[in-house]
């Protein structure tokens, strides 16, 4: 399987975009498109396969790293590769991205390839069964509309279903769509203008969405989503000891990818992982922490300790009323 992790994750993308620079690239240009490609922990990975020549992609020159391949290199696609193509566009979220016509002509092209995996070979032990409905076409609808609306940066009319069920309706900015491996639900990142005129940061379930309406509205400056994310966090991050025991380490930064965080290496088998986050995501994040058992300990902060604590009692209770 290290074939397939490095064709396909982004330490690749990362060093593929890299390669490409005739006069080389120094750790900070690495580092630059870390950050805007990877994560940060990539780094702690990256930095010694090149420095130690594991990977002979490139030659040390100053500060510099310069490509060893020529100029005409070209890596054409891979049994395994034209594979794990066609299962995705075999994954029923695909309709929300290609219509019918679209996907077919791809999976034409790809006829005489086996498919890498089949949905029903997947277990989630952990997934709640309430998922969405990815193939309603009102959904599919709704999804395309947002994705629109957030390439072209304009505001929609959205109606919405409250938890409380009343019927609400406003003008939103999207930002960004968020896939929830444990809900298997789609939910959206938008910006609201408050009363004093300031953007508010909210969250709306797709599956909630009544109507997607797009306006012939641009906002008069740029947003940074980022920004608005982080002014939402408690001052304090979770705070993660992570033993790198049975992958531990490589299935933590996969569990917790969609946050904001920042990964240490301590010794030799143990990391920290600092997880910045907000009330909204506070519950999802203690039942991730959770799963990974006695591999992780939380060290802080004192209020998601508490909360964990409190879902722990609750949990032994429920075992012992069973």
């Known amino acids: 399987m290290n074939l397939f992790s490095e064709v396909y994750n982004s330490y690749y993308q990362i060093l593929q975009s890299l390669l490409q620079y005739p006069e080389g690239f120094t750790?900070?240009?690495?580092?630059?498109?870390v950050k805007e490609q990877g994560f940060e922990e990539s780094l702690l990975y990256l930095i010694p396969k090149l420095s130690s020549k594991e990977w002979s992609l490139c030659e040390k020159?100053?500060?510099?790293?310069?490509s060893t391949l020529s100029d005409d290199f070209y890596v054409p696609l891979t049994t395994l590769q034209k594979s794990y193509v066609k299962s995705i566009l075999l994954d029923k979220r695909m309709k929300l991205f290609l219509d019918d016509e679209q996907r077919n002509g791809l999976l034409s092209l790809l006829a005489d390839v086996e498919i890498l995996w089949e949905e029903n070979q997947f277990h989630y032990y952990d997934r709640f069964a309430d998922?969405?409905?990815f193939g309603n076409p009102h959904y599919i609808a709704c999804f395309r509309s947002l994705l629109t609306a957030i390439e072209q940066h304009c505001f929609v009319d959205i109606e919405y279903t409250s938890k409380t069920n009343h019927r609400v309706h406003h003008h939103y900015l999207p930002a960004?769509?968020?896939y929830s491996v444990k809900n298997d639900k789609f939910r959206l990142l938008a910006l609201e203008y408050?009363?004093?005129?300031?953007?508010?940061l909210e969250i709306l379930n797709l599956d909630r969405i009544v109507k997607v309406t797009l306006l012939d509205k641009k906002p008069d400056t740029a947003v940074d989503l980022n920004t608005l994310i982080r002014q939402t966090y408690y001052k304090e991050p979770v705070r993660l000891l992570i033993r790198n025991k049975r992958n531990a380490l490589e299935r933590a930064m996969l569990q917790f990818a969609n946050y904001d965080k920042n990964t240490t290496k301590l010794s030799e088998d143990t990391y920290e992982c600092l997880i910045y986050y907000n009330e909204k995501q506070e519950?999802?994040?203690?039942i991730e922490v959770l799963s990974f058992g006695p591999m992780?300990?939380?060290?802080?902060?004192?209020?998601?300790?508490?909360?964990?604590r409190k879902r722990l009692r609750h949990q032994k209770q429920w075992l012992k009323d069973k």
Request: proline share 0%; hydrophobic share 30%; glycine share 12%.
């Open 27 to 33: 750790l900070e240009d690495l580092k630059g498109k």
């Open 61 to 66: 020159d100053g500060i510099h790293y310069i």
């Open 131 to 133: 998922g969405d409905d």
């Open 176 to 178: 960004r769509l968020e």
């Open 194 to 200: 408050t009363k004093n005129n300031r953007m508010r």
């Open 283 to 286: 519950t999802e994040l203690l």
């Open 296 to 308: 992780i300990k939380v060290t802080g902060n004192e209020r998601f300790l508490g909360e964990l």
